[in-house]
């Protein structure tokens, strides 16, 4: 114990970890702060590149890229109304209003603390939490499995803000496509269409990087370019100077404002943590629970979208808490909490670790070494973070017509690169055609990419699970474990049900 004791903090405190995940903290900080830019294109964009990073440097980069970035979106919500990333939406409700109160300052501190603190909260229940939960997996078998793999595609197709037909649709659109390739029982070929490139499979990283990060800058370069040229970026610039008489004495931060949003902080990291830990939920649904719940429970509701610190402290630390949460589903059972946790699946396995119950008893000192990592990552960013707000508050600024180009180029050179291989560069363009069509019409991107890596363990265990029941379909239920899964699955149905009739019914009034 002792000797693993000492590799881990040796791997984890080795000056080049701690120089990478300071970086990766610095980029997530820079493209959370840049609205169009995202965590989950920084991370999608350099997983090509981690082959060449030893574990631990290539996990605590990519780490530090999603704790910056749950921040940074914060920055350019307060500095001008607009979001930085989709879980910055919540925060511009009372952080835009108490920049133009005269409170900037104190805005951008609650949200750096509160995330901080909602950050730190899941990383320790992730540490201590996922040990035991990958233990008990072990005891899981193939229907056990199939039954939590229904239940973690039923959460990520019901647990999408907005239409819940969508999310089913894209998550059995990932369904399909990961069923091309070579079938994994049989090893016969299917669904290649006579294209010889397709017996493989559809590989994971230019799916992702074209899915997530092509389709999003070619739909920034599309809208963006014209609007921040024009109306918008003068919009922009007038919101900057809309800040008249400040004075930088009232606006300082202190314990006593942050014991009173301390409540709500707690709120949103309880929420954001459990939201985080459910398949599929994401990060904007935790930030819009956090904030509503913290305004529904406060003893100033009336404060609330006119520039209340608990309005910002709120969302911020529930949106920051699924970072840890989304993590524990994936070390325990293989099964990504998050769009941005599958990206970080997929750079565990090609570092040739396998996420899932065995993970952490097969790979133990890597994975200790990530969880110190982890804590410490928070910390990195609570420093570096407090002295880049002023800076970055400028950022949103950058027109999309200057970055897009050079970030699409990154893209191309990365994913050629990492197999030197041209058809993963018509994939890219292909999967980046699909996002745009995707996001055109309001499609989810998280159910399709969850559905595309779940898929595959769904089909095995189902088929190996039919092999020992000798093909019938009632061996399925004769698990207590797998009962309780599907019993879930139909109380969340019926649930969801319920709220989206009561909710027309009160439309309807």
Known sequence: MSELFIQVLEGAFAPSVILYTTVGVFLGVTVGAIPGLSGDMA?????????RVAPAAALGMLMGIYKGSMFGGSISAISFGVPGTPAAVATVEDGYPAKLKGRPKQAMLTALYSSVTGDLLS???????????????????????????????MMISLLVVGEMKKGIAAAAIGLFIGTIGMDPMMGSIRLTFGISSFRGGIPLIPLLVGVFAVSELLVQFGKECARLSGEKMAKMEEHARELVGYDPAKDRMNWKIYWSTFKATLLGSGMGTFIGALPGAGSSLAAFMSYGLARK???????????????????????????????IPLFAFGIPGSATAA????????????????????????????????????????????????????????RACYLVPTVFALALLGTYASRNSLF????????????????????????????????????????????????EWSFLLKS??????????????????????????VEED
């Open 480 to 505: 207590p474990i797998a009962l309780s899964f599907y019993g879930l699955c139909i109380l969340s149905l019926v649930l969801l049900h319920y709220s989206a009739l009561k909710k027309k019914i």
């Open 424 to 471: 993963d560069v018509w994939i890219l363009l292909a999967a980046g055609v699909l996002g745009i069509f995707l996001r055109k019409y309001d499609f989810p991107l998280g159910p399709l990419v969850l559905g595309f890596i779940v898929g595959p363990g769904a089909e095995k265990a189902l088929r190996q699970a039919l092999l020992m029941g000798r093909g």
């Open 297 to 327: 429970l406060s003893k100033r509701q009336e404060e609330f979208g006119k520039g209340s610190l608990e309005g910002v402290a709120a969302p911020e630390a529930g949106n920051s808490a699924t970072a840890g949460a989304s993590l």
């Open 43 to 51: 991370i999608a964009l350099l997983l090509p590149l981690i082959y």
């Open 343 to 398: 990206l970080f699946g997929a750079a565990l396995v090609m570092q040739g670790i396998s996420p899932g119950p065995m993970m952490i008893e097969e790979n133990k000192v890597i994975i200790y070494t990530l969880f110190v990592i982890i804590i410490y990552a928070t910390f990195i960013n609570l420093f570096l973070s407090h002295g880049l707000i002023p800076i970055y508050a400028k950022l949103s600024r950058i």
């Open 123 to 153: 990383t320790l229940i992730l540490v201590f939490v996922a040990v035991p939960m990958a233990k008990a997996a072990l005891h899981f078998g193939p229907v056990e499995f199939f039954a939590l793999y229904v239940f973690a595609l």
